[in-house]
Structure formats: structure tokens, C-alpha cells
Nanobody
């Protein structure tokens, strides 16, 4: 069974840090890029970051560049999202998903029209940043 499980969310003050984890099982980790997405109450889900499973290429939304870092541990089949300098607007449910097109993180992976290529969504982990 294909499964992606997020963890690591919580409540943190503005300026603080959290590290999210996305544990992957049920498919070969090298076969698909992994993306992180978030959804705030009343807002659309948005792409945050993605990472290529073989070349480690990365992409970030403008709103998180310089603050968030995506990484992967292929031996543990896990993708991480290190989030620093958190802001209240980072609050939301964070999800990870696999890109069905293959192992490459594309320039367009985080935009809305590419969302349909991502599947095996996890249940999400709540991140709340207080001001």
C-alpha cells in the first residue's frame, strides 16, 4: 500500500523553527519526486517545496525561499522540511505527496496546474505560528 505520513507539526512562536517529516512506503523512493504543500483555513492548497528523488534538485515557493529547506534521506525513505523564521502566515496543514510523473522536481511542480500530477497524499500535519 502506498503511504505518505507527515509528522513534526506543532505550535510555535513567530521566529521559531519546526522540522516536518514525510515517511514514504509502498513504492520505490527513487521513482518519484516528493512535494510539500500547505493549506490555510479558507484558502487553496499551495505548493511549498519539492525535491527530486535521484538528483536532489529542489524548488521553493517565493514565500518560503531563504527560510525553508527541503532534504531527503533515501536510506530512510523520508523527506524533511526544515522551517526557520516562521511567520503567522505559515500557519496551515502541511501535506506531502508524490509526483506521478517521475523522480524530477520540475520548475512547474509547485504551481496549481501541476497539482493533478501529485497523489498518495498524506493526512497532513498542523503547523500553527503565533504572533
Amino acid at each position: 500500500e502506498v503511504q505518505l505520513v507527515e509528522s513534526g507539526g506543532g505550535l510555535v512562536q513567530a521566529g521559531g523553527s519546526l522540522r516536518l517529516s514525510c515517511a514514504v512506503s509502498g513504492f520505490t523512493f527513487d521513482d518519484y519526486a516528493i512535494g510539500w504543500f500547505r493549506q490555510a483555513p479558507g484558502k487553496e492548497r499551495e505548493g511549498v517545496s519539492c525535491i527530486g528523488s535521484i538528483d536532489g534538485s529542489t524548488s521553493y515557493a517565493d514565500s518560503v525561499k531563504g527560510r525553508f529547506t527541503i532534504s531527503s534521506d533515501n536510506a530512510k525513505n523520508t523527506v524533511y522540511l526544515q522551517m526557520n523564521s516562521l511567520r503567522p502566515e505559515d500557519t496551515g496543514v502541511y501535506y506531502c505527496a508524490a509526483d506521478s510523473r517521475g523522480p524530477r522536481c520540475r520548475d512547474t511542480s509547485l504551481i496549481r496546474r501541476d497539482r493533478k500530477f501529485f497523489g498518495a497524499w498524506g493526512q497532513g500535519t498542523q503547523v500553527t505560528v503565533s504572533s
